[in-house]
T-cell receptor, first 115, second 111 residues
Framework: KAGVTQTPRYLIKTRGQQVTLSCSPI?????VSWYQQTPGQGLQFLFEYFSETQRNKGNFPGRFSGRQFSNSRSEMNVSTLELGDSALYLCASSLVWDYRAYEQYFGPGTRLTVT | TQLLEQSPQFLSIQEGENLTVYCNSSSVFSSLQWYRQEPGEGPVLLVT?????EVKKLKRLTFQFGDARKDSSLHITAAQPGDTGLYLCAGSSSGTYKYIFGTGTRLKVLA
């Protein structure tokens, strides 16, 4: 079974631009979560989607948005990029969201550099 | 705000030594997970613990969830170079649909 795929793997953007990152979950998985990982702040939760509905959102500004499609694929968008948005963006998928038996599989991430 | 503090932040040990990594919070979690992340890759789930006082073993790794479900520990026996990586704990509360990740412990095992 193929794992979680994220595209692109690497991206360089300029301040003020916007970017869209894509995540394809493991086949059959309906929950997709996004995280931002930086050396200073560690791994921080962005949002979680299940069946096209956002069920929770982290403490990030409105410039960060996401969506999930009917095939469970997900995208996240960052508008008006700032230097501080440089990070590794990770996507994780799971079959269902049950905190007692939650198995979350991460993709390799998209490394975003903002110059 | 729920926070998870891990200690130590960095650990460099010789092959064959034992070590313990701690994950502490002032908040109660419904479940807690441990992950290992290697450079250029996403975190890989090692274990999930859900009951206070629960102990789980995975080969040379032993995980414990605190009785009050506010803390956890990861003990590695006879560390090997292949154990090198970033270890992350993550906690969740029921109904929140999100995991809060710890600050991370970077482990290096020297041959």
């Amino acid at each position: 079974k193929a794992g979680v795929t994220q595209t692109p793997r690497y991206l360089i953007k300029t301040r003020g631009q916007q970017v869209t990152l894509s995540c394809s979950p493991i086949s059959g998985h309906r929950s997709v979560s996004w995280y931002q990982q930086t050396p200073g702040q560690g791994l921080q939760f962005l949002f979680e989607y299940f069946s096209e509905t956002q069920r929770n959102k982290g403490n990030f500004p409105g410039r960060f948005s996401g969506r999930q499609f009917s095939n469970s694929r997900s995208e996240m968008n960052v508008s008006t990029l700032e230097l501080g948005d440089s990070a590794l963006y990770l996507c994780a998928s799971s079959l269902v969201w049950d905190y007692r038996a939650y198995e979350q599989y991460f993709g390799p991430g998209t490394r975003l550099t903002v110059t | 705000t729920q926070l998870l503090e891990q200690s130590p932040q960095f650990l460099s040990i010789q092959e064959g030594e034992n070590l313990t990594v701690y994950c502490n919070s002032s908040s109660v979690f419904s479940s807690l997970q441990w992950y290992r992340q290697e450079p250029g890759e996403g975190p890989v789930l090692l274990v999930t613990v859900v009951t206070g006082g629960e102990v789980k073993k995975l080969k040379r790794l032993t995980f414990q969830f605190g009785d009050a479900r506010k803390d956890s520990s990861l003990h590695i026996t006879a560390a090997q170079p292949g154990d090198t990586g970033l270890y992350l704990c993550a906690g969740s509360s029921s109904g929140t649909y999100k995991y809060i990740f710890g600050t991370g412990t970077r482990l290096k095992v020297l041959a």
